[in-house]
């Protein structure tokens, strides 16, 4: 079986970061990727869709450095859902594990060439 994402799009917001009892990192990051198409009188049509991303360990504290609203990055993962309980109702939420990203440059500090690719690799499975 195989569970893959593959993402580029554009942070909605500065990544959120905490840590883990042990001290390593955890990124929670807001994605963005807009599709766009013409219907059928030849207007211009877009839609937008939201991605939660989270990061553990090495990629978290190259989110957390790095990264910031508006930048454009490209990511793998594995898609996750989350179960919890709000005012006594079941409640899910879908995340992406990401596992590998890079940084494709506009709007990040660490590009310092705009068109430079930057990669991290978290090399560990969850």
């Given amino acids: 079986m195989l569970n893959k994402v593959q993402l580029i799009g554009r942070l909605g917001k500065d990544p959120e970061i905490r840590r883990m009892t042990n001290g390593d990192a955890v990124a929670n990051v807001s994605l963005a990727t807009t599709e766009s198409w013409k219907d059928k009188k030849g207007a211009k049509q877009e839609r937008t869709e939201w991605h939660n991303l989270v990061m553990y ?9 790095y990264l910031q609203k508006g930048s454009l990055i490209y990511v793998e993962g594995k898609l996750t859902t989350e179960k919890y309980e709000k005012n006594g109702e079941d409640r899910y939420v879908t995340k992406v594990v990401v596992t590998e990203m890079k940084m494709l440059g506009g709007g990040n500090k660490a590009a310092s060439n705009p068109g430079s690719a930057n990669s991290f690799d978290d090399g560990g499975s969850y």
């Fill in 57 to 65: 360990r090495g990629l978290g504290e190259v989110a957390g450095e």
